[in-house]
């Protein structure tokens, strides 16, 4: 099971999801994922798809 991304940067995401990752975001991800980090600072941004998943998982459930 993969650790769940630090709350300070799920807060830095959801606050603006179509901004690009910042630096620090971006070398958790790949750090979580078992990746090596390429440098790609400044122009990953979520997909459409990324950001529709996160948005369902935002949301209350009754």
Known sequence: MV????VTFKHE???DL???LS???LEEV???S???SP???GSVRLTAAEQSY???QVEAVD
């Open 39 to 41: 440098d790609l600072a």
């Open 3 to 6: 650790a769940p991304l630090d």
């Open 18 to 20: 179509d901004a690009p």
């Open 34 to 36: 078992g990746k090596a």
């Open 13 to 15: 995401i959801l606050a």
């Open 30 to 32: 790949f750090r979580l």
């Open 54 to 56: 996160i948005r369902t």
């Open 23 to 25: 630096p620090a975001a």
